[in-house]
Nanobody
Framework: QLHFVESGGGLVQPGGSLRLSCAAS????????VLWFRQAPGKRREGISC????????DYATSVKNRFTISRDNAKNTAYLQMNNLEFEDTGVYYC???????????????????WGKGTLVTVSS
C-alpha cells in the first residue's frame, strides 16, 4: 500500500510559480499512476493532472493545461507538479493519489484512485 505526503505549497503572487512534491512510501510507487487533485474553498474537488507509471503518458485539466507540468522520479519515489503563471483560481489544497493499471491513457478523474495524501495548501494572492 502506498502512502503519499505532499509538500511545496505556500503563498504566491499571481503570475508566480510553485513546485509541489508528492513523496511516496511503499513498494508499488513505480507501478502506479500518480494524479494531482485540488479543492478550492467551497468547491468540489477537481482533477488536475495524471502521469502513468513510466511517465510516458500525461494529461491535464483544461484549466491548467500549458501552465502546469507533472513529472515523476521513480528512483526517488516522488512525483512533482510544476505550477507556472499561477492565478487566483488556483488557490486550494492540492492532493496527490495513485491509480493502478494505467498504461496507454491517464484520465484525470478520481475513479479507482487510492492512497490519498493529506494535501498541501496553495494560496495565490496579491
Amino acid at each position: 500500500q502506498l502512502h503519499f505526503v505532499e509538500s511545496g505549497g505556500g503563498l504566491v503572487q499571481p503570475g508566480g510559480s510553485l513546485r509541489l512534491s508528492c513523496a511516496a512510501s511503499g513498494s508499488t510507487f513505480e507501478t502506479a499512476a500518480v494524479l494531482w487533485f485540488r479543492q478550492a474553498p467551497g468547491k468540489r474537488r477537481e482533477g488536475i493532472s495524471c502521469i502513468t507509471s513510466t511517465g510516458a503518458v500525461t494529461d491535464y485539466a483544461t484549466s491548467v493545461k500549458n501552465r502546469f507540468t507533472i513529472s515523476r522520479d521513480n528512483a526517488k519515489n516522488t512525483a512533482y507538479l510544476q505550477m507556472n503563471n499561477l492565478e487566483f483560481e488556483d488557490t486550494g489544497v492540492y492532493y496527490c493519489a495513485a491509480r493502478d493499471h494505467l498504461i496507454y491513457t491517464c484520465p484525470v478523474a478520481d475513479y479507482g484512485v487510492h492512497s490519498w495524501g493529506k494535501g498541501t495548501l496553495v494560496t495565490v494572492s496579491s
